[in-house]
């Protein structure tokens, strides 16, 4: 009796390689991270990925008239027929980026969540002193008042304005190298702002206002990374995992900025150090994050699924992204919680100097705010997560709203720290929310853009409130930013409860985790 021909040493060790890449991976690496993902992640890689190693293995064996067995532990036997006939009409998909990410070693994911985290901790104690005496640093050295919130704008507009290339170049180069350029502008900015303060020159200053606002913004897209390492029904949580890190920021800004301002004349020669300082902190930033291996993008690649006919490394048109269900809501909470955070945030500095207090107690109030922001933000993701993303954007916009209307009677530091507290938790919950919502609607190769398109919005409006925020607060008084932030916070959150209405009038959900 015959037996049956066999497949060649070379090509059978392939088709066995390609019958070990989806199985063995896929149980015993890959997913050793998210034990509760293991099912839901059979059902969207191993089943969709059945006809593509079907036709791998048929695409390496010989014509045969006779079963061809595949190897030891294969099931498989062909039928007596030539096995480099076509299966079906359909052409095969293109699993390579899948197979290829399948292959490789279980990503260490809490290292690089906690290194992502310590990195945005150096970019929050840049954020505060940017924060705290960007405005003061301009009327400084320039030396004209009306222009009280153009530091502040020209750190927000040049955020917003770098934000979508460098989106675009996160899904084009990947994540990390791009954070590291950010971080390294950081750098920059600190040296030229100390450099213009001390010389008294203003073309340093605005140049390094200008590279601040850069490195802030390239920073803030670390959530990009953290949005990739995580599946969706963990995503809104792990974006919380690394935002957390800005906790230490807001701890380690008062204790490194207040001591260099302490008992001295606030002239622009003491803001010299206080810049020295945080670029020295972005160093710190930069060797954290160049640290982050492999990119997470493609840890995005080992553990999600195409969803709505996407191939893995094919971007759709951001105008088709932005149709997308639920995509338009998260758009529009995260640009008003962004812009009217950072517009009362840049300029409580001057309110709380305008009412008699010492200029060191605002490190304090906006060291406050931080841990708003981020202190909680471990216990927000999860409730989102559990709460749904549209609960969660309204909540936070109601809160921000109370926050932004008690501007009008606090005056004590205390009551100010509060008030900046309870805005940054409102903050909290709208953008995290947002950040997940728009990061479940994209394919990693897409999600880079999404949110550099988010944050250009957000940061050119924030930008904008603050450069008319200073000029009202001046012309008409704190009211402009009381009254401002509430009309600017309420209206989204009814557009968004309309929305989700309308949607589950017509039996559909505004997100995926809703």
């Known amino acids: 009796m015959r037996s049956p021909p066999q497949l060649p040493d070379r090509e059978a060790a392939e088709a066995l390689r390609l019958l070990g890449v989806l199985v063995d991976p896929l149980d015993q690496r890959t997913l050793r991270a998210f034990p509760r993902e293991r099912t839901e992640a059979r059902d969207r890689v191993f089943v969709p990925l059945e006809d593509g190693l079907e036709r791998a293995l048929r695409s390496v064996a010989r014509p045969a008239r006779h079963p061809v067995a595949l190897g030891e532990g294969s099931q498989r036997v062909a039928e007596e027929h030539t096995l480099n006939a076509p299966v079906d009409d359909q052409p095969a998909p293109d ?37 705290a005496v960007a405005t ?6 320039v030396g004209v008042k009306g222009l009280v919130g153009l ?13 979508l ?47 601040v606002g850069a ?76 640290a982050v291996r492999p990119d997470p993008r493609r840890i995005a690649r080992m553990i999600g699924a195409p ?12 105008a088709e992204i932005l149709r997308r269900t639920g995509v338009l809501p998260a758009l529009l909470a995260a640009l008003a919680s962004f812009a ?66 008690s501007l009008l009677w606090v005056t004590s530091v205390g009551a100010f720290a509060f008030t900046l507290f309870a805005l940054g938790l409102g903050w909290s919950f709208s953008f995290v929310a947002a950040t997940a919502q728009l990061a479940d609607a994209t394919a990693p190769a897409e999600r880079g853009r999404l949110l550099g398109f988010n944050d250009l919005l957000a940061g050119l409006t924030g930008a904008g409130l ?12 704190v009211a402009a930013l009381g009254v401002g932030g509430l009309l600017l916070v309420l209206a989204p959150a009814g557009w968004i409860v309309r929305y989700s209405l309308r949607l589950r009038a017509l039996g559909l959900a505004p997100s995926r985790a809703d």
Not at 136 to 141: A, E
Not at 224 to 247: H, Q
């Open 136 to 141: 003061l640093t301009v009327v400084l050295v």
């Open 215 to 290: 490195a802030s913004a390239t920073a803030l897209l670390a959530r990009t990374a953290a949005g990739d390492m995580y599946p969706p029904s963990r995503r809104a949580r792990g974006i919380s995992y690394v935002l957390f890190g800005a906790v230490f920021g807001a701890i380690l800004g008062p204790a490194v900025f207040s001591p260099l301002l302490a008992d001295r004349e606030l002239d622009a020669d003491a803001l010299v150090l206080p810049w020295i300082a945080a670029a020295g902190l972005m160093v710190l930033g930069l060797v954290l994050v160049a």
């Open 151 to 163: 530091g502040p704008a020209i750190v927000l507009g040049t955020g917003a304005l770098f934000a």
């Open 307 to 318: 969803e709505r006919g996407q191939v893995v490394g094919v971007a759709a048109p951001l």
């Open 165 to 211: 290339p460098a989106g675009r170049a996160m899904d084009r180069f990947g994540r990390i190298p791009v954070l590291v350029a950010g971080f390294a502008l950081g750098i920059v900015g600190g040296v030229l702002a100390a450099v213009g303060a001390g010389l008294d020159l203003a073309v340093p200053v605005l140049v390094g206002l200008v590279c």
């Open 340 to 405: 009217v955070m950072v517009g009362i945030m840049t300029l409580t500095g001057v309110v709380v100097v305008e009412q008699g207090h010492p200029a060191r107690v605002v490190f304090p109030i906006i060291g406050a705010h931080v841990i708003g922001m981020y202190a909680l933000v471990i216990v927000v993701g999860g409730l989102i997560d559990r709460i749904g993303r549209t609960r969660a954007l309204v909540g936070g916009l109601l809160v921000m709203a109370v926050s932004a209307v």
């Open 466 to 477: 603050s450069l008319l925020g200073g000029y009202a607060l001046h012309a008409i008084g």
């Open 95 to 131: 699993h390579g980026d899948r197979l290829r990410a399948l292959s490789e070693p279980a990503p260490p994911i809490r290292r690089n969540t906690i290194l992502l985290a310590a990195s945005l901790a150096a970019n929050s104690a840049m954020l505060q002193l940017s924060a």
